[in-house]
């Protein structure tokens, strides 16, 4: 095994293996991820702050097998924060709090290239910060099925008040958060709230929607996952890496931008890779900050 010690903002952080191809369809490499992670950095960060990161580690790369890990690695360095969190059982986990550069790098470098999330801080895990609605297509549905949902969803929220912001899941699907940051909401009520809204479009668009869990309900349509609202559930954190073949990432789109990619038809379009994400922060900044500052409270349905 390689290894090549470096500072990363005053702190040693050692990196192994860099030259591994974890992507292999296309070579990417783990130092290319590390170099991805290290510039996203000032986006991705904001949105781990606080909260307890599940890693989900391709040692062999993404053509591998991988694993969950939830409990912090006990060998980590001293610097690494950590919190912890109740359990069902009644015990607590210790869970990795990953709020600066040297912290997401030694994640990074344990081949996580998938890093998630809960909808609530550690410190206050049962309050959801946000609600999600999480589109996941049943083929031969795939993500323009799911565009067009989050934008009816779009409207929906409109009419109730409520602004929604969509972000691809780096999979086959899309994502959209409604940022509530009230101390008052619960899991109980976005869990309610999610559903109903899920059972209102199913009844509206029955050949486009489901909100049924069974798998074969979900069939050419679009199921929307109103489960994810809750405690101990994660959801893959905006700018993160997915393992696919190429390396895709969960991105923001705007709400005029989705609507017009999704209207040339071509899935491809709504797929955003690690060097497209690069750009698009440069430009455009980070879309989903107002998701982290935003309040709404939601309306009784």
């Not at 709090?97 to 290239?113: E, Q, R």
């Not at 989050?150 to 409604?178: C, D, N, P, Q």
């Not at 990432?249 to 609507?259: F, I, Q, R």
């Amino acid at each position: 095994m390689s290894r090549t010690l470096v500072e990363v903002a005053g702190r040693k952080v050692t990196l192994s293996n860099l030259e591994k191809v974890l992507y292999p369809a296309c070579g990417f490499t783990k130092a290319q991820v590390l170099d991805y992670i290290r510039r996203i950095a000032p986006y991705i960060l904001p949105h781990l702050k606080d909260r307890a990161l599940t890693l989900k580690r391709y040692p062999e790369g993404v053509d591998g097998d991988f694993f969950y890990e939830k409990r912090c690695p006990s060998h980590r360095p001293p610097w690494v924060n950590t919190a912890e969190i109740p359990q069902e059982e009644g015990e607590g986990m210790t869970v990795c709090i990953v709020n600066d550069l040297p912290a997401l790098i030694w994640a990074a470098n344990l081949a996580s290239v998938e890093l998630h999330v809960p909808l609530a801080r550690a410190r206050s895990w049962s309050t959801p910060d946000f609600l999600v609605f999480d589109l996941d297509p049943g083929e031969p549905a795939g993500i323009l099925e799911c565009a067009r949902v989050a934008l009816i969803l779009r409207e929906l929220l409109l009419r109730m008040g409520l602004s929604g912001f969509a972000k691809t899941s780096g999979m086959k699907g899309l994502h959209v958060y409604v940022p509530l940051n009230r101390r008052e909401t619960t899991f109980a009520d976005t869990k309610t709230f999610s559903k109903t809204v899920a059972a209102i479009l199913q009844k509206h668009y029955p050949d486009l929607v489901t909100a049924k869990m069974a798998k074969k309900e979900r069939a050419a349509k679009v199921f929307i996952n109103w489960s994810q609202n809750d405690a101990s559930k994660s959801m893959v954190c905006v700018y993160s890496l997915r393992a696919r073949e190429n390396p895709l990432v969960s991105c923001p789109l705007a709400w005029d931008e989705l609507e017009k990619k999704a209207g040339l038809g071509d899935p491809r379009v709504l797929q955003v890779g690690a060097g497209d994400a690069l750009g698009r922060v440069e430009e455009k900044g980070d879309l989903f900050r107002d998701v982290l500052v935003k309040r709404q409270k939601l309306p009784h349905l």
